[in-house]
C-alpha cells in the first residue's frame, strides 16, 4: 500500500471531517494527564501524550458493559457497536489490543468484545512524548504490533500517513493526502527510532530467559513476601492493565423485581476477593488467600504463563501499573530485575 503524506495546516480539517462522519476516540488532555475519549474537534485531540491513563482496551471492553436485558418476559442482547475511529494509539497499546484480541477470539469467540472490535478503524500514531515509567522498546521485541489498519507518524512539516488494511486506505479519502516523498519516509522512520531511544528504562533480557527464571522463582516464598510486601491488594495495577481481560458477570434488578440488566464488570486478581468461592455446603474457600500470592500469580500471568498463547510476555511496558502503584512495588522492571539478578 502506498504511504501518504499530510501537511501540517491539512491535518485539522482531516479530523473535523471524520467526526463530521463517524465517532472519533483519541487522546485528550485532562488535567495534567491523558485519557482516550470521543472528540469534539480536532483541537481536542492530543497526539503529543505520553500515555493514557487508561488504555484503549475499554473501547472494546468497557470497565461496565451491559450484556443483556432481561423481564418476565424476554431476554434482549443490549451490544449495539457504532462505527468508530481509533485515532492516535500508540504501538504498545496497539500489541495490547492484538493481545485482547487474540485472548476474546480463542474457544469461544466473544462477541460482546468483537462487535465493537470489529466496528473500529484504529489509527496507530508514533510516541512523541515518553512516559517516565514506560519500558515498552525493550520487551516483548519480538512481537510487532498488527492490529491497526493505519500507522501516523508526525514529522516537520506534517504527517506520514502508512495505511495497512483496506480500512485504513478508505479513511485517507477524507484528507488531502499525497504520496509520501521518500525523504519524508525517512523523517518517520527516524522519529520513531529516535522515540525508541528515549525509551531509556529496559529489561535487557529475552522474553525467552524472562520467563524461565520468573517461572523458576515460583517457589521462593521469602523473595514474593518482600516484592509485595507494601501492597494493599488495591487491584490498581490490573484495572490499568491494557492485557488484563478478567471480568465478573452481575444482575441488577429494576424496582419492579421483574425486569433488570446482566452486565460484566472489570475484576482484578490483586483484590482479596478475586479467587474466593462459595463452595456447596456454603464454605468459603479463597486459593489465593495472602496478599504475596496474588502478587506473584500477576507476575507469572505476565511473563510466563500467558507467554505459550502469545508468543511473548503480556506486558507491553506501557509502564501504567508502576505509575499507577501508590506503594510503588507493582513497576515490572523493578520485580523482573529483581528475580534475574537473585537467580544470575
Ligand atoms: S501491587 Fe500496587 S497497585 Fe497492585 S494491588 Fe498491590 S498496592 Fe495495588
Ligand atoms: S504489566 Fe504494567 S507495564 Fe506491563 S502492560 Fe500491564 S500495565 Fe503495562
Known amino acids: 500500500m502506498r504511504t501518504l503524506f499530510l501537511g501540517a495546516r491539512e491535518f485539522a480539517p482531516f479530523v473535523d471531517l471524520l467526526i463530521g462522519s463517524t465517532r472519533v476516540i483519541g487522546p485528550v488532555a485532562k488535567r495534567?494527564?491523558?485519557?482516550?475519549a470521543e472528540l469534539e474537534s480536532s483541537g481536542d485531540l492530543r497526539l503529543d501524550y505520553d500515555v493514557t491513563i487508561l488504555p484503549p482496551k475499554k473501547v472494546f471492553f468497557p470497565p461496565v458493559q451491559p450484556?443483556?436485558?432481561?423481564?418476565?418476559?424476554?431476554?434482549?442482547?443490549?451490544?449495539?457497536?457504532?462505527?468508530?475511529?481509533?485515532?492516535?494509539?500508540?504501538?504498545?497499546?496497539?500489541?495490547?489490543?492484538?493481545?485482547?484480541?487474540?485472548?476474546?477470539?480463542?474457544?469461544?469467540?466473544?462477541?460482546?468484545?468483537?462487535?465493537?472490535?470489529?466496528?473500529?478503524?484504529?489509527?496507530?500514531?508514533?510516541?512523541?512524548?515518553?512516559?517516565?515509567?514506560?519500558?515498552?522498546?525493550?520487551?516483548?521485541?519480538?512481537?510487532?504490533?498488527?492490529?491497526?489498519?493505519?500507522?501516523?507518524?508526525?514529522?516537520?512539516?506534517?504527517?506520514?500517513?502508512?495505511?495497512?488494511?483496506?480500512k485504513g486506505v478508505a479513511l485517507a479519502r477524507h484528507g488531502a493526502f499525497r504520496e509520501a516523498t521518500p525523504e519524508e519516509i525517512a523523517a518517520a522512520e527516524r522519529a520513531?527510532?529516535?522515540?525508541?531511544?528515549?525509551?531509556?528504562?529496559?529489561?535487557?533480557?529475552?522474553?525467552?530467559?524472562?520467563?524461565?527464571?520468573?517461572?523458576?522463582?515460583?517457589?521462593?516464598?521469602?523473595?514474593?513476601?518482600?516484592?509485595a510486601l507494601d501492597c494493599f491488594s488495591c487491584g490498581s495495577c490490573n484495572t490499568v492493565c491494557p492485557t488484563c481481560y478478567c471480568f465478573d458477570v452481575r444482575d441488577t434488578w429494576n424496582l419492579d423485581q421483574t425486569s433488570g440488566t446482566r452486565s460484566r464488570y472489570w475484576d482484578a486478581c490483586l483484590t482479596r476477593e478475586f479467587a474466593s468461592v462459595t463452595m456447596a455446603g456454603g464454605e468459603k474457600e479463597n486459593f489465593r488467600e495472602h496478599h504475596q500470592s496474588r502478587f506473584r500469580h500477576r507476575f507469572m500471568r505476565k511473563a510466563a504463563y500467558l507467554n505459550e498463547k502469545l508468543g511473548g510476555p503480556a506486558c507491553t511496558g506501557c509502564g501504567r501499573?508502576?505509575?499507577?502503584?501508590?506503594?510503588?512495588?507493582?513497576?515490572?522492571?523493578?520485580?523482573?530485575?529483581?528475580?534475574m539478578e537473585a537467580t544470575a
Open 32 to 36: 495534567q494527564k491523558f485519557v482516550f
Open 67 to 166: 450484556l443483556v436485558c432481561f423481564d418476565a418476559a424476554s431476554v434482549r442482547d443490549c451490544i449495539d457497536p457504532v462505527p468508530t475511529v481509533l485515532l492516535g494509539v500508540h504501538p504498545y497499546d496497539v500489541k495490547g489490543i492484538d493481545m485482547t484480541d487474540l485472548l476474546f477470539r480463542e474457544r469461544h469467540a466473544d462477541w460482546n468484545y468483537l462487535g465493537q472490535r470489529e466496528a473500529t478503524t484504529i489509527v496507530a500514531s508514533g510516541v512523541q512524548s515518553v512516559a517516565p515509567r514506560a519500558f515498552w522498546a525493550s520487551i516483548g521485541t519480538e512481537i510487532a504490533p498488527v492490529g491497526h489498519d493505519a500507522f501516523l507518524t508526525a514529522i516537520d512539516g506534517g504527517y506520514v500517513f502508512e495505511p495497512r488494511t483496506p
Open 192 to 227: 520513531n527510532a529516535e522515540a525508541a531511544e528515549r525509551c531509556s528504562r529496559a529489561l535487557p533480557y529475552t522474553s525467552a530467559e524472562i520467563a524461565e527464571r520468573v517461572r523458576a522463582a515460583f517457589r521462593d516464598e521469602a523473595m514474593w513476601d518482600a516484592l
Open 321 to 339: 501499573c508502576a505509575a499507577a502503584c501508590t506503594a510503588d512495588i507493582a513497576d515490572p522492571v523493578r520485580v523482573i530485575t529483581t528475580i
